[in-house]
């Protein structure tokens, strides 16, 4: 039965069958459960390690990546829409999220190019359509609630857009009795008037007093002459008047207010019901909400009267400190101002969309942070949480998510990822996103969302369309052939990341109401503001001490406890509220240890009755940084690694490389999870130990999920890039091969020349020295697969007792400029000798897939004595026929449409290195 249709019956055999009070409470129940019935479900974490081994070789679809998708236009139509589901079943890609964007060609019935209006009859149908397609190929549909970013559109009047304070100073000269009142316009309004002395430009906001206006008529306002000049200060509540980022067709106008209840009911009425009811009985399994980017905003209609209920006081007196920062008390009350914002985002916006949600029998993902400033315990009013940022050794938005996901019992944090890699688009490779992918997997993702799929019409030129901004990983890249072993490797280790409980062992305690208190107008973000406290080193210290690390929060600390966390580091935390210190203390009595940095609490948060809350806090902080040796008090940020050794070694000791090694734990009940990384482009060699190991150590290959028996204290040897898993259990894992040794490496052929190579619709040419497909005119601007064949022949003696590799030689490491801002270009800082994946077939039978460092495959069960056939089919990147011809002119779109977008670094488009660069070498080692 269709979940709405079940619940209906539910409510009618409620009604019917029961009288009075007790009918009502078995409606409400009856309710519930059908809501229940109807809501996805997380996905099953195990507890023991056997369970957890049951799914390595084909992990749960839940766990398999996602794509965003971008509908261009949106002009699709459904048999591509259908191709592409096939194509991302193919590739292992688990699901879509649906998001229409700004069109990227005119309406042409000749080539086919048809832009649907955003919600209309025929985009709505063609949103049923790939959400039954998708669902009955086996993908998760999920749909972003608008069109662009963030929410908005033509349904937001003025009054719904994003509020914001307009402060207009009036001069007033030397004995004026009148001066021009200021123009209020729609959607504004007055909140208050000031006067005192000064000029427009220059006056103390502190000695301004109340002006009760006076209108004389015709504009002007009336004041009482004064011999000195004077200011008169408007408070005007206005709009920002942000509009929709790249917008589809139709989707265009204000984004809305996210403090304001109307305007979140407006747009859920006007675009959230057409869209789900699109979904018919198949709702979306979460509907979706970018980051939070509403520029400008720090104001909403009714603030002061929320303001007022909420801090206990009223602002309205107090609003020259708060918009100009002057004056002993303006932190205090920007703290105020800033943390209704945040309760208003909470109680205005993810309150209800979630409610909202679950009426509809789906979920509420968010990226829930930005502006308005959202804090990291306000995940807990959605249902997913996701982050964005591979900033894993610095303050990020991923591992503000995965932290709450932690605090708040979450199996499941996603990450938007990929969106900058590798620009410019179509240059990035299945190395490029392992890097990216690895760095948000130490961070605590377990779900890739994969930043793009960009929808291409059937007639647009190879290799299709792209977002202005976003790697592609579609098929229309050569590379895509390997898809399904990038989507397993992504899949396995997001199904492992979920199992048991999370263990990092080191929180650090954000300091909201610090940051609360330096935000200013027009730009009100938690997040934003958090790295000028939670600076690089503080994260690396904590990292390169052997340990992983989560963010805490005020309110996470009083609604969920420390417990889980032996120490806990406060960063020059100064404002804190007393229930918080006490919740403090009593970790420091159970045995918990902390850390602080710099300055400790010494302030009320705010600023009612903060003479009295500030000498508690004092009071408070003194005994508790009197507790002895579970208290440590360190001058910087350089100093927290030593500091931490000292209370708490390392959970992950390494010999060597410390600064190029990540990982995360997961922690079950009979053994411990530890995905390593190397997140660096030189290789690693190093002793490795666990801080409590358990009776057996098990080697986890997260390319095909193969174990291997291991050492407790193994040797760690990673190529560049390159990770492992290793199982610390109480007992042996099943199916885990003996330790083998090798030894005694030593070159069996050398097959760096003597290939035929055979490009598509060309004839085969023999290549005596391998290059790259760049150095000839006849294929630099090639993208696509083109073919090596050449035999090699080994005796018996070659082959006995030994592991025989085909090597594909090392790379070359660039200069790493890391992980740097959001917008910065990620991308792996090494340039392999094979460009950029392959298929290996050795005498007619595939041997593996190469797409990242080490370029070496096993390939001794396919050899034989004797002649044997190597083939090895080799793809490159879709950038270097995007480099063989001009770019469309967009001239004519952005006349009629306005321009929505740059496509961006096209300046740098050029061919890349392809195929075998060599040396490509058959190696054999000893076996014992």
Known sequence: MPQRHARRSLVAAARTALPGRLRWTVLAAALAAGLAHAAPRDPTVYQHIGDVANHLASPPADARPMMRWWWFGPAVEKAQLAHEIDQMKWGGIGGVEIQAVYPMALDDPSRGVKNLPFLSAEHLDAVRFANEKGRSAGLRVDLTLGSGWPFGGPHIGIGDAIGKMRVAAIDLPAGASGYALPAVTEGEKIEAVFIGGGTAKEYDATRLRPLKETVAGNGRGAVQPEPAPRVAVYYIASRSGMQVKRPAVGGEGYVLDHMSRRAIDNHLANVGEPLLKAFGDQPPYAIFSDSLESYGTDWTDNFLEEFQRRRGYDLRPYLPLVFSGQGADAPALRHDWALTQTELVEDHYLKPVTAWAHRHGTRFRSQTYGEPPASLSSFRHQDLFEGEGAQYRQFSFTRLASSAAHLYGKPVVSAETWTWLRSPAHT?????????????????????????????????????????????????????????????????????????????????????????????????????????????????????????????????????????????????????????????????????????????PSLAPGFKDAQRITAEVKRAAAALFAAGRNVTRIGTDAELGRALQAVLPGDVQLSDARHRVSFVRRKLADADIYFIANTSNEPVSANLAFRQPRRHATRLDPDSGRLAQSALAPRLELAPYESVVYVMSDAPMRGAAPQRKTHDAAVVADLSAGWQVRFPDRAPVTMDKLVSWTDSEATRYFSGQAVYERQVTVTAAQLDGRRVSLDFGTGTPLPDSGVHAHHSGMRAMYEPALRDAAIVTVNGQRAGTLWHPPYRLDVTPFLKAGANAIEVKVANLGVNTLAGRELPDFKLLRLRYGNRFELQDTAKIAPQPAGLLGPVTLVGEAVR
């Open 428 to 600: 990035a490779s299945p190395l490029d996103m392992k890097a990216e992918a690895d760095r948000m997997f130490v961070q605590g993702v377990t779900q890739i969302i994969g930043h793009g799929w960009p929808y291409s019409p059937p007639n647009a030129p190879e290799p299709g369309y792209q977002l202005y901004a976003a790697a592609v990983s579609n098929h229309h890249q050569p590379w895509y052939m390997v898809m399904p072993e990038v989507s397993s490797y992504l899949a396995r280790v997001s199904y492992l990341l979920r199992q048991g409980a999370p263990a990092n062992q080191v929180a650090v305690l954000l300091p909201n109401d610090d940051v609360y208190a330096i935000n200013r107008p027009g730009k009100t973000s938690l997040s934003g503001e958090m790295p000028k406290f939670i600076q690089p080193a503080l994260v690396q210290q904590i990292m390169d001490s052997g340990h992983n690390l989560d963010y805490v929060d005020p309110e996470a600390v009083l609604r969920v406890g420390l417990d889980r966390y032996p120490v806990l580091v406060m960063p020059n935390v100064t404002r804190l509220a007393p229930e918080v210190l006490a919740k403090l203390a009593a970790y420091v009595k159970g045995g918990g240890r902390i850390i602080a940095i710099g300055a400790t």
